[in-house]
Structures are given as C-alpha cells and as structure tokens.
C-alpha cells in the first residue's frame, strides 16, 4: 500500500513540525511540566503503554 505510506509520512511530518512549532513560539510555548510523568512510548506496544499508566495511577493513589 504505497499510498498508506505516504499518508503516514506526511502525518508524521506534520504532527513533527506541529509540535517543532509550539515548543519554539515565543508566547506560552509548550513544554514539559517539572512535575509530569514521562512514560516514553517510542517502542511500546499499546497495552504496554496502558499498563504503564495504570501502573503509574495506583501508585500516586496510593500514596494521596
């Protein structure tokens, strides 16, 4: 499916210059809290990633 492939791409692309462009504007630009959870997700599979956060919960409800 080469056309699959290129959608892909320039989604990627896009969400890629998207987020290039909100973290470098000069008014409120977005980043990272100093209190944030960071789970990276790079190559995880989904229930991977649910579990994670799951995970993440029950501890800061346990601990609330």
């Keep these: 499916f080469p056309s699959h492939d290129m959608d892909l791409n320039i989604i990627k692309r896009d969400i890629e210059k998207r987020d290039h462009n909100d973290m470098n504007r000069l008014d409120s630009p977005l980043n990272i809290s100093q209190r944030a959870y960071v ?23 346990k601990h609330d």
């Design 39 to 61: 789970i990276d997700t790079s190559h995880m599979e989904i229930d991977e990633v649910v579990n994670a956060i799951l995970t993440h919960a029950r501890e800061v409800m």
